[in-house]
């Protein structure tokens, strides 16, 4: 279970982040902080892996109490000031959120740090995760099992083997970033495809088991090779 904490200078910003967290049991709450002092004292008395953080806290700065710390737990900030992102990864943030908080880059960011802090640090290859599919409610999806993921709309339609299917809200960019970019290949601007399930692949479409299939997109053509290339002993690479 991964320990964490919260420091925000509101108390309302900090209860939104923890109501946020309430029913994830993969993560156990510590404490919370309305001032650096009070962190401080969080990190010396408990053993953290994980921080929420707004970056400007009264008059103090947090990246600069941040910088000072010997021993820094992962980090995800969460500010009203997006002016601070490129400095906040300056720190290796986690992840950079700006308020108000929209759900969908919160569980982003907290599937990052799941997978890093849980599954990386036991040195396994990532084979699986967890995507929101309800209010309170989170499914286990082995890569293996997944086809391809379209878009629709706000959400996207995780196609599975056996002729299963997930509906997750979630925007397409933000699970290509969580899924390992070795496998899966976006290759139309509402496709992401499971190079490791494909069954044939030109440059105008890609066949899956099943018959079903997803188109290419025109400024894909070069993921199309790169796949190819990579993967096949009967083309030559160029150069």
């Known amino acids: 279970m991964i320990k964490y904490a919260v420091l925000d200078d509101d108390a309302l910003a900090i209860e939104e982040v923890e109501n946020l967290m309430l029913n994830d049991n993969r993560f156990k709450k510590i404490g919370h902080a309305t001032n650096l002092h009070q962190l401080e004292e969080i990190l010396t008395n408990h053993k953290l892996q994980l921080v929420f953080a707004d970056i400007k806290i009264g008059n103090d700065n947090f990246l600069d109490f941040w910088n ?3 021993q820094r737990p992962e980090l995800i900030l969460i500010t009203s000031y997006p002016e601070y992102a490129i400095n906040a990864f300056d720190h290796n943030a986690l992840h950079f959120i700006t308020k108000p908080i929209k759900a969908e880059g919160f569980y982003t960011a907290i599937e990052r740090a799941y ?3 849980t599954l990386h640090i036991a040195s396994k290859e990532l084979t699986f995760f967890f995507l929101q599919t309800g209010k309170n409610k989170f ?3 082995a890569f ?3 086809l391809f993921v379209e878009a629709e709309g706000e959400y996207l339609k995780i196609h599975l083997v056996d002729d299963r299917e997930l509906l997750v809200y979630k925007r397409l960019k933000s699970l290509l970033q969580e899924l390992p970019n070795n496998r899966f290949k976006q290759t139309h601007r509402s496709y992401i495809i499971n190079i490791t399930q494909i069954d044939s692949i030109d440059y105008h479409e890609t066949t899956f088991k099943g018959n079903k299939s997803v188109p290419v997109g025109k400024t894909y053509k070069s ?4 796949i190819l290339l990579g993967n096949s002993t009967s083309i030559a690479k160029k150069g």
Request: glycine content about 0%; hydrophobic content about 30%.
């Open 68 to 70: 000072k710390q010997e």
């Open 115 to 117: 997978r890093k802090l």
């Open 139 to 141: 499914t286990r999806v």
């Open 144 to 146: 293996d099992e997944i």
């Open 223 to 226: 993921v199309i090779e790169e």
